[in-house]
């Protein structure tokens, strides 16, 4: 189902559509899973509802990349990746972690809030833009999104993934310029930037212009931070700030 243009532009981090090949695919009447895991040494597909493995994804060659046919299995079903890693220490054995696929998951941005931004119009681009902890499909995690038109890829990078480029390349939403991606596992404190290909080839790593939270210098970097909770607003408040209500300007030249 991969093609070796598709092996080596995954491997490379040069791959601008990572949804359109990694996660679970239908070619035909056949499932196929493919996956991109730097460093792993194995990877097996666990079916959620059973906890059976159902299939062992193949390396393809020497590249990160996994990938495997589901045997008769005909419909998409739910399920983890269960990667097996090399040893933490030397003389330990080799550790073994169930991991969500973040490429199973459906877009970032409704509809509207792409029209919007695509427009140029939306009012609140804080509340779909940068990163923002949540839940999807039942996993808990992290949505991210950043507007970057231009951009020939671009990936999450943090301490949840050795800030490696590689590993998390983002779907662009061509109607409006977004880059998105939902992160399992990966939850408020985390520290993340944007990994940026530009046409030129350039790689550049900013921090989040829509991020509520950074590091204190000389860190860079962006954290993960929801947005706080929403407070009443009191009637005298509410009173002072009315339409109607006189209000004082004062100019300094």
Not at 195 to 221: S, V
């Amino acid at each position: 189902m991969l093609t070796e243009h598709d092996i080596a532009d995954l491997a490379a981090g040069r791959h601008a559509d990572p949804f359109g090949v990694l996660g679970m695919h239908a070619r035909g009447a056949t499932l196929w899973i493919n996956a991109l895991l730097p460093g792993a040494l194995g990877v097996d597909v666990i079916e959620r509802a059973s906890g059976e493995t159902v299939a062992t994804l193949q390396r393809q060659g020497e590249s990160a990349v996994f990938s495997a046919r589901m045997g008769r299995r005909r419909k998409p079903f739910d399920y983890l990746l269960r990667v097996t890693w090399p040893p933490l220490r030397a003389g330990d054995p080799p550790w073994v972690r169930d991991l969500e696929d973040p490429y199973r998951f459906p877009p970032v941005l409704g509809e509207m809030d792409a029209w919007l931004l695509a427009e140029g119009t939306h009012l609140r681009p804080y509340e779909c833009l940068g990163a923002h902890p949540g839940t999807m499909l039942g996993a808990t995690g992290t949505r991210f999104a950043v507007w970057a038109p231009n951009a020939r890829r671009v990936s999450v990078i943090g301490d949840f993934n050795l800030w490696d480029g590689r590993r998390h390349p983002m779907r662009l939403r061509r109607e409006c310029g977004v880059w998105e991606l939902f992160l399992p596992d990966v939850g408020q404190g985390a520290l993340y930037k944007f990994e940026i290909l530009t046409q030129h080839g350039e790689i550049l790593q900013k921090a989040d212009p829509m991020a509520f939270r950074a590091e204190l210098r000389p860190g860079t970097a962006s954290i993960v931070q929801g947005l706080p909770p929403l407070h009443p607003i009191r009637p005298g408040m509410a009173q002072a700030n009315d339409f109607e209500a006189p209000i004082s300007i004062y100019e300094v030249h």
